[in-house]
């Protein structure tokens, strides 16, 4: 802990916030003589890089800087009146909930715009893409700092405009309308949301986050059942089609198949973590005995969610399916957010500490498989799992050895193996499952749990059978489209005979041979990109007491009453 | 002077007056100087108007203590016709700086229209008079005189483009509904009259309760009938057939005065006389204003929703219809005033009103400069206005995301939010529920707008503006000063003069002006928020 007082983290804090909304609006203007490097171009990427760096160098000393001793406490707050008329207060400030989550976007973020720098993104003007990136970076982290529920709307809906942009101008086929169903999804979501927040506000007379989780004990609610129902609903609503939730994630596969890597990493790792975050940060503690009526159906659904995801993307991996990686790992998100639901439904402090710590696990995993995903099509120009995929495999561990064995890593990560970030937090939920808070039926729980259970084999199997047909193979097969009709059922494998099915008379020119044999390994800047994810997944895993220590009393203080 | 202090003669108070006075001066100066100026100086009239309001604005400055009265009763109870207070104040800026946003759009649009200057500048300085006067007017004769001193001049205004069908048909159009309107009010004022006795606000106020109870029917249809010509103002539902008729027909800049000077004034008569003269009459007019309040905002948003973007004229139509709809909201708070605390709930319409005025009127400077590049006026034509012309898309989408109510139009959410907060104040749980449902729809229609601000270019438009596009990403708005307003003024015999995509010079101030103005209630929303819990009345 570094010696650093109050007002300084306040300072910091507000730092983390304003920068990345002034490095927005600066990245319009045009470069100050000096800075002008190569071209407009590149001197607005390395800006953003610049910039985010920057915030990430804040965010990382503010968590030297944060008391851990005392993670319950509110730390580095702000707190000023903006709106008298309305009660509506500027109040930052951040504990062991919002810490990590702070920490992983300001990380993901600077590794979006490096990846931007070296990769110049496919689109309009590098101008804009490094102004909404930077509006992105600012709403996220002003969700996860703010403690006002008004300025928590605000910070929500900020990061609706850039993320629609960067699909609807950055992105691959079908951009337009899955960036249009993105942003109605999301919309419809928050203005529920916001019936539910002015509800609370107006019922309890303070939009103050903090105070409303204290006057919201279980000794003395300040609102109604009623109107806690009511507020857990609508609020919950927006949050679940955030998160997403089944049956409210239809937006997410489409949004994540269109939307260029930078959006693909920052939607799974950073967006979706607002939803599950308002549901710690917001409806537990403000509203929990209208989340004690509705726990049960959340934890149902997000079983489904579970089971579903997985079964989505056996579907996906299946030979002849034309499955896309891309679209296969949004379903794996619904699946693993799934698993982030159901520890928040159990109410208990094992369950929600389980949440806390696969939120952030899914955003290093998720986020590194997107950037894998990436440069695998940067190097073979497709995400289509037939056609990488040919007869037997895309065979990576032989083609590039380095960008195999990181991509079965994070697969391997990512299906909850022990020693991983993956394991902790899904173990914890379930665990939470097997005993849930009093007043919540333990029978239904226990189905929920061997379900979930049920649901993280299903897990495990697809993700082998990915990286069983993109990292295995035959490194001499010539690649051969298969047609998607013909395949329904998976043919033998017909081993080192190129295109005897598919293209009978063509023979594999050499420059085919050539794409098959050589694929460039990891480059110098995408390892530098991927390695900070991969050295935390290793941390949390081996080490989640680092985490756990973070959030434990936090949410201890969130759910008082509560024995585990 | 000291002489007739007790006589029957009214003393007046002419800096209490200024600001009408001013406006109307202005608007004669306007008009005679119109004789004398050879054709091609006639655009320094249009300087003059803006300088006349801006002028009345400045002598709001030593009324800022709101305690003056003047035109009072020498005799009898203590009654004033004539009232500075903050409710007055607040309302004369508003009317009064819409007014001078019109002048500004107006000096590119007089002269590239064609419309007669000297008659256009005095009639919208005669309309400005009346509405700067209508809040200040405490009895019912000078409330309906500041009535038609705003419309009679708008119905001029609306036909002035001559030779145009479309035009004289709305103005004919507006005119006959509008009067109609005001002979029910007058016949309403007559009944109020009949059984009180009096014309003064407080006075009808004190006395209508006490009515002779044979009376009461009457009296209840007085009622009645007076708010409905203001209702008529406020383009409330069943009252609002004249406006996508009437916006579409008339230039551009009066579209956008109507919908915002205009509707103001109905609103500050009804807040007046819902208020100040007819309290005890509430289980009368707050159901009925709910009820024209719900359909108001429903009628609005969804005739706004079936617009097609290929239509001619539909932008127009959208802002028209969609006005409609936050007129509706404009009336809600209105309806809770019956029921819960008046003050209040007041203030939320004027919070929401300004913030209205402000972003309406922005969005109209914005479909000004682009109607007058491509007159057809279609939605669609605003697909990849981003590409052409970047400054003037985010500002409009910054003014139809306020309208929507969505960040980064923090201002417009707020409004909202108030609106809404006095609804349930209220305890009109159904209205604030229809609301709701009403942003809900109209978010639809503002966002695909946005939307297809953002979109890349059609071919045809590609390829037009291609030539121009490259200077104006460069330079597009920066204040008045730079780039001489290219074409209107000088080529207004010769022709619809070939516009640049640039903006004319009063137009570039009336955007950058509503831009700064909804970026600082953006910021700051308290500037506006606070009239929603002091008390202006």
């Given at each position: 802990?570094?010696?650093?007082?109050?007002?300084?983290?306040?300072?910091?804090?507000?730092?983390?916030?304003?920068?990345?909304?002034?490095?927005?609006?600066?990245?319009?203007?045009?470069?100050?003589?000096?800075?002008?490097?190569?071209?407009?171009?590149?001197?607005?990427?390395?800006?953003?890089?610049?910039?985010?760096?920057?915030?990430?160098?804040?965010?990382?000393?503010?968590?030297?800087?944060?008391?851990?001793?005392?993670?319950?406490?509110?730390?580095?707050?702000?707190?000023?009146?903006?709106?008298?008329?309305?009660?509506?207060?500027?109040?930052?400030?951040?504990?062991?909930?919002?810490?990590?989550?702070?920490?992983?976007?300001?990380?993901?973020?600077?590794?979006?715009?490096?990846?931007?720098?070296?990769?110049?993104?496919?689109?309009?003007?590098?101008?804009?893409?490094?102004?909404?990136?930077?509006?992105?970076?600012?709403?996220?982290?002003?969700?996860?700092?703010?403690?006002?529920?008004?300025?928590?709307?605000?910070?929500?809906?900020?990061?609706?405009?850039?993320?629609?942009?960067?699909?609807?101008?950055?992105?691959?086929?079908?951009?337009?309308?899955?960036?249009?169903?993105?942003?109605?999804?999301?919309?419809?979501?928050?203005?529920?949301?916001?019936?539910?927040?002015?509800?609370?506000?107006?019922?309890?007379?303070?939009?103050?986050?903090?105070?409303?989780?204290?006057?919201?004990?279980?000794?003395?609610?300040?609102?109604?059942?009623?109107?806690?129902?009511?507020?857990?609903?609508?609020?919950?609503?927006?949050?679940?089609?955030?998160?997403?939730?089944?049956?409210?994630?239809?937006?997410?596969?489409?949004?994540?198949?269109?939307?260029?890597?930078?959006?693909?990493?920052?939607?799974?790792?950073?967006?979706?973590?607002?939803?599950?975050?308002?549901?710690?940060?917001?409806?537990?503690?403000?509203?929990?005995?209208?989340?004690?009526?509705?726990?049960?159906?959340?934890?149902?659904?997000?079983?489904?969610?579970?089971?579903?995801?997985?079964?989505?993307?056996?579907?996906?991996?299946?030979?002849?399916?034309?499955?896309?990686?891309?679209?296969?790992?949004?379903?794996?998100?619904?699946?693993?957010?799934?698993?982030?639901?159901?520890?928040?439904?159990?109410?208990?402090?094992?369950?929600?500490?389980?949440?806390?710590?696969?939120?952030?696990?899914?955003?290093?995993?998720?986020?590194?498989?997107?950037?894998?995903?990436?440069?695998?099509?940067?190097?073979?120009?497709?995400?289509?799992?037939?056609?990488?995929?040919?007869?037997?495999?895309?065979?990576?561990?032989?083609?590039?050895?380095?960008?195999?064995?990181?991509?079965?890593?994070?697969?391997?990560?990512?299906?909850?193996?022990?020693?991983?970030?993956?394991?902790?937090?899904?173990?914890?939920?379930?665990?939470?499952?097997?005993?849930?808070?009093?007043?919540?039926?333990?029978?239904?729980?226990?189905?929920?749990?061997?379900?979930?259970?049920?649901?993280?084999?299903?897990?495990?199997?697809?993700?082998?059978?990915?990286?069983?047909?993109?990292?295995?193979?035959?490194?001499?097969?010539?690649?051969?489209?298969?047609?998607?009709?013909?395949?329904?059922?998976?043919?033998?494998?017909?081993?080192?005979?190129?295109?005897?099915?598919?293209?009978?008379?063509?023979?594999?020119?050499?420059?085919?041979?050539?794409?098959?044999?050589?694929?460039?390994?990891?480059?110098?800047?995408?390892f530098a990109a991927w390695t900070p994810l991969i050295v935390l997944t290793l941390v949390a895993g081996l080490w989640p007491a680092a985490l756990l220590g973070l959030t434990d009393p936090a949410v201890q203080h969130l759910l008082p009453g509560v024995p585990r | 002077m000291t002489v007739l202090a007790g006589g029957p003669v009214q003393s007046v108070d002419w800096l209490a007056i200024a600001p009408p006075t001013i406006a109307a001066l202005t608007g004669l100066a306007a008009l005679v100087a119109d004789l004398f100026l050879p054709p091609a100086r006639k655009r320094a009239l249009g300087w003059i108007a803006v300088g006349g309001l801006g002028l009345a604005m400045l002598s709001l400055l030593p009324l800022l203590d709101g305690d003056r009265d003047t035109f009072c009763l020498t005799t009898g109870p203590a009654a004033c016709g004539y009232v500075v207070d903050q409710f007055t104040l607040v309302i004369q800026l508003l009317a009064l700086g819409g007014a001078l946003l019109t002048a500004l759009l107006s000096t590119a649009a007089v002269p590239e229209e064609e419309l007669p200057a000297g008659e256009f500048w005095f009639l919208l300085l005669s309309s400005a008079a009346g509405a700067a006067l209508l809040p200040a007017a405490r009895d019912l004769a000078t409330l309906v005189i500041a009535l038609e001193v705003v419309s009679l001049p708008a119905f001029a205004l609306v036909g002035l483009r001559r030779g145009d069908r479309l035009s004289s048909e709305a103005a004919l159009k507006f005119f006959l509904t509008s009067v109609t309107a005001t002979a029910v009010t007058l016949l309403g004022v007559s009944f109020v009259y009949a059984t009180t006795g009096s014309v003064h606000l407080a006075t009808v106020a004190e006395r209508l309760p006490e009515a002779d109870p044979r009376l009461g029917t009457l009296a209840t249809t007085g009622v009645v009938l007076t708010l409905v010509g203001f209702a008529f103002k406020t383009a409330a539902v069943p009252f609002h057939f004249w406006v996508p008729e009437t916006y579409v027909g008339a230039p551009l800049p009066v579209a956008g005065y109507l919908s915002v000077v205009g509707k103001t004034s109905g609103l500050a008569g009804l807040i007046l006389l819902v208020v100040l003269a007819f309290p005890g009459h509430d289980h009368v007019w707050a159901p009925g204003l709910a009820v024209l309040a719900a359909l108001t905002m429903t009628t609005g948003n969804v005739a706004a929703l079936r617009q097609r973007p290929e239509r001619r004229h539909s932008a127009v139509r959208l802002l028209a219809w969609s006005s409609v709809g936050q007129a509706g909201y404009l009336l809600v708070p209105l309806a809770a005033a019956g029921a819960g605390e008046p003050a209040e709930a007041i203030g939320a319409t004027i919070a929401y009103a300004l913030m209205y005025a402000v972003v309406n009127l922005g969005a109209f400077a914005v479909a000004a400069h682009q109607s007058a590049a491509g007159a057809a006026r279609r939605i669609s034509d605003y697909r990849g206005l981003y590409g052409r012309h970047p400054l003037a898309a985010l500002a409009l989408g910054f003014f139809l995301l306020c309208l929507a109510g969505l960040p980064p139009g923090v201002i417009g959410l707020f409004g909202k939010v108030v609106v809404f907060q006095a609804a349930v104040d209220a305890d009109l749980g159904w209205l604030a529920v229809v609301m709701a449902v009403n942003v809900v729809i109209a978010l639809y229609y503002y966002l695909q707008w946005t939307a297809l601000l953002f979109r890349p270019g059609s071919e045809r438009q590609v390829v037009r503006s291609d030539s121009q596009s490259e200077s104006e990403l460069g330079s597009g708005l920066s204040g008045p000063h730079p780039a001489p307003a290219p074409g209107p003024g000088s080529g207004a015999g010769a022709g619809a003069p070939p516009r640049s995509g640039r903006f004319a010079t009063g137009v570039a101030v009336s955007v950058a002006l509503t831009v700064l103005l909804g970026i600082a209630l953006s910021g700051a929303p308290q500037l506006v928020l606070r009239f929603a819990t002091g008390t202006l009345l």
């Open positions: 802990m570094l010696p650093v007082d109050d007002t300084t983290m306040s300072l910091l804090l507000a730092a983390v916030v304003l920068l990345p909304l002034l490095g927005s609006a600066a990245a319009l203007l045009p470069a100050p003589p000096g800075l002008r490097g190569s071209g407009p171009e590149q001197a607005v990427l390395r800006h953003g890089v610049t910039v985010t760096g920057a915030v990430l160098a804040v965010v990382i000393l503010l968590a030297l800087a944060f008391d851990h001793d005392h993670p319950e406490a509110v730390q580095a707050e702000t707190d000023l009146s903006w709106i008298p008329a309305l009660d509506i207060r500027i109040h930052l400030g951040i504990d062991g909930v919002s810490l990590p989550l702070l920490v992983l976007t300001a990380l993901l973020t600077f590794l979006c715009a490096l990846h931007g720098y070296f990769r110049k993104p496919q689109g309009p003007s590098a101008q804009g893409f490094v102004a909404l990136l930077l509006l992105l970076e600012a709403g996220t982290l002003a969700t996860f700092a703010v403690l006002d529920l008004v300025l928590f709307f605000l910070a929500f809906e900020t990061v609706l405009i850039p993320m629609y942009f960067l699909i609807a101008r950055w992105g691959g086929a079908g951009r337009a309308p899955a960036a249009w169903k993105f942003i109605l999804y999301t919309l419809l979501g928050s203005v529920v949301m916001l019936l539910g927040i002015l509800l609370v506000g107006l019922r309890a007379g303070t939009f103050d986050m903090v105070a409303l989780a204290t006057d919201n004990g279980p000794d003395a609610p300040a609102l109604s059942h009623a109107v806690q129902l009511t507020a857990v609903l609508a609020i919950g609503l927006g949050l679940a089609v955030k998160t997403p939730m089944w049956p409210l994630h239809s937006w997410l596969p489409d949004a994540h198949t269109a939307a260029p890597t930078v959006g693909s990493v920052l939607l799974a790792g950073v967006l979706l973590k607002m939803g599950t975050y308002g549901f710690v940060r917001v409806v537990l503690p403000i509203a929990p005995d209208g989340m004690r009526t509705l726990a049960p159906y959340l934890a149902g659904l997000a079983v489904v969610g579970i089971i579903y995801g997985s079964l989505a993307c056996l579907a996906l991996v299946r030979r002849g399916a034309g499955g896309d990686l891309k679209r296969l790992i949004a379903y794996s998100s619904v699946g693993h957010m799934g698993f982030v639901l159901l520890g928040i439904a159990t109410m208990t402090h094992t369950g929600v500490n389980g949440a806390l710590f696969a939120n952030i696990a899914h955003g290093l995993l998720t986020g590194l498989l997107f950037f894998l995903v990436s440069g695998l099509k940067e190097r073979t120009g497709s995400t289509d799992l037939d056609q990488l995929a040919g007869h037997t495999g895309a065979a990576l561990y032989g083609r590039a050895p380095r960008l195999g064995g990181v991509l079965a890593f994070a697969a391997v990560g990512s299906l909850g193996l022990p020693g991983l970030a993956g394991f902790w937090g899904e173990m914890l939920a379930l665990l939470g499952a097997y005993e849930p808070a009093a007043g919540l039926s333990r029978p239904l729980f226990l189905v929920c749990m061997a379900a979930g259970a049920v649901g993280t084999l299903l897990t495990a199997a697809y993700l082998l059978l990915v990286v069983r047909r993109v990292c295995m193979g035959d490194p001499e097969e010539t690649p051969a489209v298969v047609p998607p009709e013909a395949s329904v059922f998976p043919e033998p494998a017909v081993p080192a005979e190129p295109a005897v099915s598919a293209e009978p008379t063509a023979a594999p020119s050499p420059s085919e041979r050539a794409w098959r044999h050589a694929l460039p390994d990891i480059r110098a800047h995408e | -």
